[in-house]
């Protein structure tokens, strides 16, 4: 069985963002890029389950341009077999990505399409949903816990709903998108990032795949929250009890 994992190359997690000054977006240039942590969870996840003997091949995807290349090899170095890499623009939306990975299933035929729950640059949480509606393939959203019967061709996913935890039983192939409590992802080790070098990527354009780049929606505008207003020092506990009682809501 093969595993498909999409990783999406983000701007890094530690990293301040700053809105350009347009407010067309936000700045890219001279920024930390990293993989999105969410898609480091999936692609763990699917490199455990191949270890542990359930698939034959982990297969990293990401989509944009050129240097989403590193994200890949970021992948290819923490242990997925091969890459594939559709250059298309950046931001595109979660449909058109969710159409794209569809394609992709429809050439590799993997058991197993694992994604990340969100992206940490758009926070949509939209792409693992979209994309398991249009292959119409069972889904198992927020994973924490993953297990598969390769025999039944089952995969059991526990997820964290508000009142506990919800045990899904899934029939293969699905989708699963990961939280972050599934697992802790590895580090690549340099043994590992040389070898990369070698691993194959395989490129595709969104036309080769007959998918269409288009948008149904327009970003009026990015801005930055309001600042937070800098705070006072109290000199005595009845000062900070009087401004508790008479300055701020305390219920
Ligand atoms: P989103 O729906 O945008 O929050 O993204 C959820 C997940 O979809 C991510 O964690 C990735 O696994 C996948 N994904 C979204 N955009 C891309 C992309 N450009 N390339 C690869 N995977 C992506």
């Not at 890459?83 to 569809?102: E, S």
């Not at 045990?167 to 939280?179: E, G, H, K, S």
């Not at 900070?240 to 008479?246: A, F, M, S």
Request: charged share 25%.
């Amino acid at each position: 069985m093969k595993i498909i994992v999409a990783v999406k190359r983000v701007i890094d997690y530690a990293v301040k963002i700053r809105v350009k000054p347009d407010k067309t977006g936000v700045e890219t240039a001279n920024v930390k890029m990293s993989m999105n942590p969410f898609c480091e969870i999936a692609l763990e996840e699917a490199l455990r389950i191949r270890e542990s003997g359930l698939a034959s091949e982990v297969i990293a995807v990401t989509i944009g341009p050129s240097q989403s290349v590193d994200t890949l090899r970021t992948g290819l170095a923490m242990g997925a077999d091969r890459g594939i890499h559709v250059d298309a623009a950046i931001g595109l939306n979660p449909l058109t990505i969710a159409k794209i990975l569809k394609a992709l299933v429809h050439i590799e035929n993997p058991g197993l399409l694992i994604l990340g729950k969100q992206a940490i640059d758009d926070d949509c949480n939209q792409t693992g949903q979209m994309v398991a509606g249009l292959l119409n393939w069972p889904q198992g959203t927020f994973a924490s816990k993953v297990i598969l019967d390769k025999e039944k061709q089952v995969a059991t996913v526990e997820r964290e709903v508000d009142g506990g935890l919800e045990t899904l039983c899934l029939d293969l192939p699905a989708v699963i998108t990961t939280d972050l409590r599934l697992n802790q992802p590895r580090y690549a080790t340099l043994p590992n990032i040389m070898k990369a070098k070698s691993k194959v990527i395989k490129k595709y354009t969104p036309e080769e795949l007959k998918v269409q780049i288009k948008s149904d929606l327009e970003v009026v505008q990015v801005t930055e929250p309001p600042k937070r207003k800098t705070g006072v020092i109290v000199s005595s506990v009845d000062e900070l009890i009087d401004k508790l009682k008479n300055e701020a809501c305390v219920i």
